[in-house]
């Protein structure tokens, strides 16, 4: 009774904290939607005032048409989509037979149906904002939050960023940033590039603001969910590629060494629609699920300097919930984190709360609280 006090006393705490470090999102204070900032104004001119970028590498932005990714070019530059070239970004879940849950470009109108989905399933996920978007659904941003789910930047307007200056990229994280922190007190650490378009000077710039690349594990788990309903492309034609690439993966060696990353996203109800379909292959094939804070078993998965009180990673689940199939049953394992880590978090029952190796959060109660002080 008395853990249980102390428990529900934390998680008060911190939904307080995280209330309170929230700002009213004012949408005409931010740079114009689905654009790229412009780096004149005076709050991007501080933020590169905060960085040396003197180092990058010398490597020209590329050309590409709006809405698009450049064509591949040989500059050796170790771009990740056209040379297969990672460097040191994250590109497999870190847990042995694990679907590293993410989701891009939200939050948009579509994004609340998924949730209630993942809720239902128990689930928790990472979902790559846009900051665009963020201003527009603050609310989507924190009940994503309080639900359990895990935050990082997609960047403000999806351009490109190897087409990009290096002040440009920057201005694209920091507004991004500043939405998010506006919205829920805390500072974002993992990001995704539009796109998969990442070379050496992109990451360079990234690792001066503090930013871990996630990629997803190769073009077999790209469900192809953006394409559905353009050129004849359909939801069952999506399923039925992504069944077969969930079988070779259960059927291959790479189950029992390491998890995967797969790109969805939750820009509209074609994809959201799909996704609902999606997830259940894993369920059914006794696949575990983990946000990329639990993939990495990242104590720490946002940066210092937010305004609210940073939660543990979440937890690696199985179906509905319950205990992992094969992740192991402590917190011993090989679970990769850049700031530290005890391991794969696990979760041994189908409760709402989750007990992590760095401390207890609950989902529910922090829901509960939320709604409460807003």
């Not at 001119?45 to 590498?57: C, M, R, V």
């Not at 007190?185 to 603001?209: A, S, T, W």
């Not at 788990?221 to 969930?246: E, H, P």
């Not at 509209?268 to 990495?296: M, Y």
Request: include cysteine; aromatic fraction near 8%.
């Amino acid at each position: 009774m008395v853990k249980l006090i102390s428990v529900s006393f934390t998680v008060l705490v911190l939904t307080i904290s995280a209330v309170k470090a929230q700002i009213p999102i004012v949408i005409a204070n931010y740079p114009p939607i689905n654009t790229v900032p412009d780096v004149k104004s005076a709050q991007v001119q501080a933020w590169l005032k905060e960085l040396d970028l003197s180092g990058a590498p010398a490597i020209a932005p590329l050309t590409a048409p709006a809405g698009s990714p450049p064509a591949c070019a040989a500059n050796n530059a170790c771009t990740w989509t056209c040379d297969n070239c990672p460097a040191d970004d994250v590109t497999t879940c870190a847990v042995p037979n694990t679907w590293g849950l993410t989701f891009d470009d939200g939050p948009s109108t579509a994004t609340p149906k998924l949730l209630d989905f993942l809720k239902t399933q128990k689930l928790a996920a990472t979902f790559f904002l846009i900051g665009s978007n963020v201003i527009q659904h603050p609310d989507t941003v924190k009940r994503e939050l309080a639900e359990g789910h895990h935050l990082a930047s997609h960047t403000w307007s999806h351009s490109a960023l190897t087409t990009l200056t290096n002040e440009q990229i920057v201005a694209e994280m920091k507004w991004t940033e500043k939405a998010v922190m506006d919205a829920t007190g805390l500072r974002l650490k993992y990001m995704r590039p539009p796109y998969g378009d990442i070379n050496n000077r992109v990451r360079f710039v990234l690792k001066k603001m503090g930013y871990i690349a996630v990629d997803w594990t190769g073009d077999e788990f790209d469900t192809n969910d953006w394409r559905i309903g353009t050129n004849n492309f359909t939801q069952a034609a999506a399923v039925s590629t992504f069944t077969k690439s969930l079988d070779a993966y259960v059927a291959g060696p790479n189950k029992a060494t390491s998890g995967f990353y797969c790109l969805e996203h939750d820009v509209s109800d074609k994809t959201v629609t799909a996704a609902l379909e999606l997830v259940p292959l894993g369920v059914k094939r006794s696949i575990n699920f983990a946000s990329v804070s639990g993939c990495q078993s990242d104590a720490q998965p946002y940066q210092l300097g937010g305004t609210a009180p940073i939660p543990p990673a979440d937890p690696v689940v199985g179906a509905g919930g319950t205990k992992p199939v094969g992740a192991g049953s402590s917190g011993s394992g090989t679970g990769n984190s850049p700031s530290g880590s005890n391991g794969p978090t696990v979760i041994k029952n189908s409760g709402a709360s989750h007990l992590t190796a760095a401390g207890v959060f609950s989902a529910v109660a922090v829901a509960a609280a939320g709604a409460l002080f807003a």
